[in-house]
Protein backbone atom coordinates (compact mmCIF):
# COMPACT_ATOMS: atom_id res chain seq x y z
CA UNK A 1 0.00 0.00 0.00
CA UNK A 2 1.63 3.03 -1.20
CA UNK A 3 1.32 6.06 1.82
CA UNK A 4 -2.31 7.46 1.92
CA UNK A 5 -2.38 11.51 1.80
CA UNK A 6 -3.83 12.65 4.66
CA UNK A 7 -4.70 15.96 6.01
CA UNK A 8 -6.04 16.43 9.49
CA UNK A 9 -9.12 18.32 10.39
CA UNK A 10 -8.01 20.67 13.42
CA UNK A 11 -11.30 21.79 14.15
CA UNK A 12 -11.97 18.81 14.89
CA UNK A 13 -10.08 18.71 18.76
CA UNK A 14 -12.45 21.77 19.78
CA UNK A 15 -14.99 19.10 19.71
CA UNK A 16 -13.21 17.13 21.99
CA UNK A 17 -12.13 19.59 24.20
CA UNK A 18 -16.20 20.90 24.52
CA UNK A 19 -17.23 17.50 25.59
CA UNK A 20 -14.11 17.16 27.79
CA UNK A 21 -15.79 20.15 30.09
CA UNK A 22 -19.17 17.52 30.81
CA UNK A 23 -16.41 14.97 32.09
CA UNK A 24 -16.25 12.84 29.03
CA UNK A 25 -12.56 10.94 28.41
CA UNK A 26 -12.73 10.68 24.75
CA UNK A 27 -9.94 11.55 21.86
CA UNK A 28 -11.21 12.43 18.35
CA UNK A 29 -9.21 12.78 15.74
CA UNK A 30 -10.04 13.26 12.18
CA UNK A 31 -8.36 13.29 8.46
CA UNK A 32 -9.61 14.17 5.21
CA UNK A 33 -7.90 11.99 1.99
CA UNK A 34 -8.98 12.66 -1.39
CA UNK A 35 -8.32 9.26 -3.07
CA UNK A 36 -10.33 6.46 -2.39
CA UNK A 37 -8.33 3.62 -0.34
CA UNK A 38 -7.32 0.27 -2.17
CA UNK A 39 -8.30 -1.60 0.86
CA UNK A 40 -9.97 -0.49 3.76
CA UNK A 41 -8.63 -2.72 6.61
CA UNK A 42 -4.87 -1.43 5.62
CA UNK A 43 -6.20 2.12 5.09
CA UNK A 44 -7.80 2.45 8.41
CA UNK A 45 -4.76 0.75 10.25
CA UNK A 46 -2.50 3.28 8.99
CA UNK A 47 -5.13 6.11 10.29
CA UNK A 48 -5.11 4.45 13.00
CA UNK A 49 -1.48 5.32 14.02
CA UNK A 50 -1.57 8.49 12.59
CA UNK A 51 -4.28 9.76 14.98
CA UNK A 52 -2.32 8.38 18.18
CA UNK A 53 0.66 10.41 16.64
CA UNK A 54 -1.56 13.17 16.81
CA UNK A 55 -3.06 12.40 20.24
CA UNK A 56 0.45 12.35 21.60
CA UNK A 57 1.68 16.03 19.74
CA UNK A 58 -1.51 17.13 21.01
CA UNK A 59 -1.26 15.90 24.63
CA UNK A 60 2.84 17.13 24.82
CA UNK A 61 1.81 20.77 24.42
CA UNK A 62 -0.07 20.47 27.49
CA UNK A 63 3.48 19.52 28.65
CA UNK A 64 5.34 22.09 27.52
CA UNK A 65 3.12 24.72 29.80
CA UNK A 66 3.83 25.59 33.27
CA UNK A 67 0.91 25.60 34.91
CA UNK A 68 -0.07 22.97 37.02
CA UNK A 69 -3.46 23.03 35.84
CA UNK A 70 -2.30 21.66 32.85
CA UNK A 71 -0.86 18.87 34.90
CA UNK A 72 -4.08 16.88 35.43
CA UNK A 73 -4.50 13.01 36.61
CA UNK A 74 -6.44 12.44 33.21
CA UNK A 75 -3.40 13.35 31.14
CA UNK A 76 -0.98 11.40 33.34
CA UNK A 77 -3.12 8.38 33.10
CA UNK A 78 -4.11 8.88 29.10
CA UNK A 79 -0.70 7.25 28.79
CA UNK A 80 -0.55 10.46 26.08
CA UNK A 81 2.23 12.44 28.01
CA UNK A 82 5.31 14.32 26.40
CA UNK A 83 7.95 11.77 27.68
CA UNK A 84 6.04 9.07 25.47
CA UNK A 85 5.92 11.10 21.91
CA UNK A 86 6.98 8.69 19.36
CA UNK A 87 8.65 5.63 19.66
CA UNK A 88 6.31 3.20 21.45
CA UNK A 89 4.25 2.19 17.88
CA UNK A 90 7.10 1.88 15.38
CA UNK A 91 7.19 -1.43 13.78
CA UNK A 92 3.94 -2.28 15.82
CA UNK A 93 0.77 -2.87 13.82
CA UNK A 94 -2.73 -2.75 15.63
CA UNK A 95 -5.04 -5.20 15.03
CA UNK A 96 -8.37 -4.72 14.24
CA UNK A 97 -11.76 -6.33 13.31
CA UNK A 98 -14.50 -5.51 11.65
CA UNK A 99 -18.02 -4.68 13.08
CA UNK A 100 -21.43 -3.52 12.61
CA UNK A 101 -22.65 0.04 13.48
CA UNK A 102 -24.89 -1.16 16.59
CA UNK A 103 -22.17 -3.06 17.84
CA UNK A 104 -19.97 0.16 17.43
CA UNK A 105 -22.84 2.20 19.09
CA UNK A 106 -23.17 -0.44 21.78
CA UNK A 107 -26.09 -2.90 22.09
CA UNK A 108 -27.98 -0.36 24.55
CA UNK A 109 -28.85 2.09 22.24
CA UNK A 110 -31.77 1.46 19.64
CA UNK A 111 -30.83 2.94 16.28
CA UNK A 112 -34.41 2.26 15.15
CA UNK A 113 -35.48 5.07 17.56
CA UNK A 114 -32.34 6.95 18.59
CA UNK A 115 -32.43 6.43 22.36
CA UNK A 116 -30.98 4.15 25.30
CA UNK A 117 -32.90 1.46 26.38
CA UNK A 118 -30.98 0.76 29.39
CA UNK A 119 -27.61 1.44 30.82
CA UNK A 120 -24.92 1.44 28.58
CA UNK A 121 -22.76 -1.55 29.36
CA UNK A 122 -20.52 -1.96 26.14
CA UNK A 123 -19.49 0.35 23.02
CA UNK A 124 -19.12 4.00 21.90
CA UNK A 125 -22.36 4.84 23.95
CA UNK A 126 -20.26 3.34 27.55
CA UNK A 127 -17.30 5.01 26.37
CA UNK A 128 -18.67 8.36 26.18
CA UNK A 129 -21.82 7.83 29.07
CA UNK A 130 -19.96 5.68 31.38
CA UNK A 131 -16.55 7.23 32.47
CA UNK A 132 -14.36 6.64 35.58
CA UNK A 133 -16.07 9.19 36.52
CA UNK A 134 -20.13 10.57 36.60
CA UNK A 135 -20.78 13.18 33.78
CA UNK A 136 -21.72 16.31 34.65
CA UNK A 137 -25.08 16.21 32.88
CA UNK A 138 -26.35 19.36 35.34
CA UNK A 139 -23.78 21.52 33.10
CA UNK A 140 -25.15 20.19 29.60
CA UNK A 141 -28.28 20.34 30.87
CA UNK A 142 -28.30 24.29 31.74
CA UNK A 143 -26.57 24.89 28.26
CA UNK A 144 -28.15 22.24 25.92
CA UNK A 145 -31.73 20.85 27.01
CA UNK A 146 -33.36 23.21 29.61
CA UNK A 147 -36.62 21.71 28.86
CA UNK A 148 -35.54 18.23 30.15
CA UNK A 149 -35.17 20.10 33.94
CA UNK A 150 -39.08 21.04 34.08
CA UNK A 151 -40.37 17.36 33.32
CA UNK A 152 -41.68 15.56 36.03
CA UNK A 153 -39.70 12.09 35.94
CA UNK A 154 -38.62 9.10 37.61
CA UNK A 155 -34.81 8.94 38.58
CA UNK A 156 -34.34 6.37 35.58
CA UNK A 157 -36.61 8.18 33.18
CA UNK A 158 -35.06 11.04 33.89
CA UNK A 159 -31.51 9.36 33.56
CA UNK A 160 -32.28 7.81 30.46
CA UNK A 161 -33.93 11.53 28.24
CA UNK A 162 -30.78 13.05 29.66
CA UNK A 163 -28.16 10.55 28.23
CA UNK A 164 -30.13 10.04 25.01
CA UNK A 165 -30.15 13.80 24.52
CA UNK A 166 -26.49 13.86 25.31
CA UNK A 167 -25.46 10.56 23.22
CA UNK A 168 -27.39 11.88 20.31
CA UNK A 169 -26.46 15.53 20.62
CA UNK A 170 -22.44 13.95 20.51
CA UNK A 171 -23.14 12.02 17.22
CA UNK A 172 -24.46 15.25 15.91
CA UNK A 173 -21.55 17.21 16.76
CA UNK A 174 -19.43 14.38 15.10
CA UNK A 175 -21.51 14.53 12.18
CA UNK A 176 -21.87 10.37 12.52
CA UNK A 177 -24.86 9.62 10.62
CA UNK A 178 -26.29 6.61 12.04
CA UNK A 179 -28.80 5.86 9.58
CA UNK A 180 -27.33 4.54 6.87
CA UNK A 181 -24.88 1.72 7.75
CA UNK A 182 -23.22 1.02 4.20
CA UNK A 183 -21.77 4.05 4.36
CA UNK A 184 -19.64 3.68 6.75
CA UNK A 185 -16.90 0.78 7.93
CA UNK A 186 -16.20 0.98 11.29
CA UNK A 187 -12.89 -1.43 12.62
CA UNK A 188 -12.45 -2.00 16.38
CA UNK A 189 -8.62 -2.22 17.49
CA UNK A 190 -6.87 -4.18 19.69
CA UNK A 191 -5.24 -2.34 22.94
CA UNK A 192 -1.59 -3.98 22.58
CA UNK A 193 0.33 -1.88 20.61
CA UNK A 194 0.83 1.58 22.29
CA UNK A 195 1.31 2.48 25.88
CA UNK A 196 -1.70 4.52 25.44
CA UNK A 197 -3.69 1.69 26.20
CA UNK A 198 -2.03 1.22 29.55
CA UNK A 199 -4.55 3.05 31.96
CA UNK A 200 -7.46 1.73 30.84
CA UNK A 201 -6.21 -1.91 31.23
CA UNK A 202 -6.66 -1.21 35.28
CA UNK A 203 -10.26 -1.59 35.00
CA UNK A 204 -12.16 0.76 32.92
CA UNK A 205 -11.32 -0.65 29.39
CA UNK A 206 -9.89 0.43 26.23
CA UNK A 207 -11.40 1.33 23.51
CA UNK A 208 -10.05 2.66 19.73
CA UNK A 209 -12.52 2.87 16.54
CA UNK A 210 -11.63 4.28 13.34
CA UNK A 211 -14.92 5.12 11.65
CA UNK A 212 -14.76 5.00 7.43
CA UNK A 213 -17.09 6.77 5.42
CA UNK A 214 -15.29 6.93 1.71
CA UNK A 215 -18.18 8.67 0.33
CA UNK A 216 -17.24 11.89 2.07
CA UNK A 217 -14.02 11.34 2.01
CA UNK A 218 -13.52 11.68 5.77
CA UNK A 219 -12.08 9.18 8.56
CA UNK A 220 -13.18 9.51 11.86
CA UNK A 221 -10.93 8.33 14.92
CA UNK A 222 -12.64 7.98 18.00
CA UNK A 223 -10.45 6.23 21.07
CA UNK A 224 -10.19 6.29 25.26
CA UNK A 225 -8.10 4.52 27.62
CA UNK A 226 -7.93 6.16 31.67
CA UNK A 227 -8.21 5.21 34.90
CA UNK A 228 -8.83 6.89 38.51
Excluded: C
Excluded at 18 to 43: I, R
Excluded at 91 to 118: D, M, N, Q, R
Excluded at 154 to 171: A, G, M, P, S
Excluded at 175 to 186: H, P
Amino acid sequence: MKTPVLFENSDFYEKEKYFSQFGSVLNLVQFFFSELPENNYDFSAFVAKEALKSLKKRKAKFYEKPHKQYQSQYYFNSGLNGAEISNDIEGVEPKGKKIELGTFLGESYSKKFKELTHRANSGLSYALLEPPYPLRYTEFIRQQARELGRKKLNNWERIKLVQTKFFNYFLEEIELDVTDENQLVIYEWDNNWSYYFDAGKEWWGTFFWTVLNSDEGIITVISASTTD
